[in-house]
């Protein structure tokens, strides 16, 4: 159960935060939020995909990372293996609180509940014996700072999306060496017949508004999902 707390360096001076890779800290996901500023370190590794949540309209990203529920294909015997770990994980167990009006600046929380809180007096300190920060929690505060600026900023990139209609239903079967088949649905990615057909005038707004280039980073990252697949097969193969 979640326990958020506002980060003290006085309640937590004791805390210890467990960062290794593993499903039961909390990287057993096949997907994660991802951000437009992020997108060029993604496209290395993940497939970049869209989501609409019907209810409310709205869309989002995701660095696509297994083909099921709970599969996490960059997990490897205890370790991350990719060059790059998405801020949505690697922020784990932090996030960033507000005021109940919404406004004033962003706070560092801690999930007291989180799988990734240590029990046993090992893992990485927040705070010295001093109460000042360790370099673990300043590195932890820059990525929350830019996570949450990528998503307070994302509607912009969103809506140029759909102003100019460069948003496509995405499906595909994924047929494995085992004979099944993995069914995906109900992704979108950008149209890049549409993208390239844009004249002159929607380009310099998308270029000038810093929308071109994440779009261009999620068309290249679609080239990994063969690799994605070929993950599965070997994880497969190891029974």
């Given at each position: 159960m979640s326990d958020h707390q506002i980060l003290d360096s006085v309640a937590h001076r004791d805390l210890r935060v467990e960062p290794g890779a593993d499903a039961e800290l909390g990287d057993g996901v096949m997907a994660c939020l991802a951000v437009p500023s992020e997108f060029r370190r993604l496209q290395n590794s993940f497939p970049i995909l869209f989501r609409r949540d019907l209810e409310r309209d709205v869309f989002s990203a995701l660095a696509l990372?297994?083909?099921?529920?709970?599969?996490?294909?960059?997990?490897?015997?205890?370790r991350w293996d990719a060059a790059y770990r998405p801020l949505a994980l690697?922020?784990?167990?932090?996030?960033?609180?507000?005021?109940?009006?919404g406004d004033g600046p962003g706070q560092v929380h801690v999930d007291m509940g989180h799988a990734r809180i240590a029990r046993n007096g090992?893992?990485?300190?927040?705070?010295?014996?001093h109460g000042a920060q360790t370099p673990y929690l300043e590195v932890i505060a820059g990525q929350l700072g830019e996570l949450d600026e990528g998503y307070r900023g994302s509607g912009a990139f969103f809506a140029a999306l759909q102003r100019y209609e460069l948003l496509e239903p995405f499906s595909l079967d994924v047929?494995?060496?085992?004979?099944?088949?993995q069914r995906m649905v109900g992704y979108h990615l950008i149209d890049e017949d549409k993208l390239r057909a844009l004249d002159a005038a929607a380009l310099?707004?998308?270029?000038?508004a810093?929308?071109?280039?994440?779009?261009?980073m999620a068309l290249a990252?679609?080239?990994?999902?063969?690799?994605?697949?070929a993950r599965k097969n070997r994880r497969i193969g190891r029974g």
């Open positions: 990372m297994g083909f099921e529920q709970g599969e996490n294909l960059f997990l490897e015997n205890g690697s922020i784990q167990p932090f996030l960033v609180g507000r005021p109940a009006s090992e893992g990485m300190r927040l705070f010295d014996d047929e494995l060496d085992d004979g099944s088949t310099g707004d998308l270029h000038a810093g929308h071109l280039m994440p779009m261009f990252s679609l080239s990994n999902i063969p690799a994605l697949i």
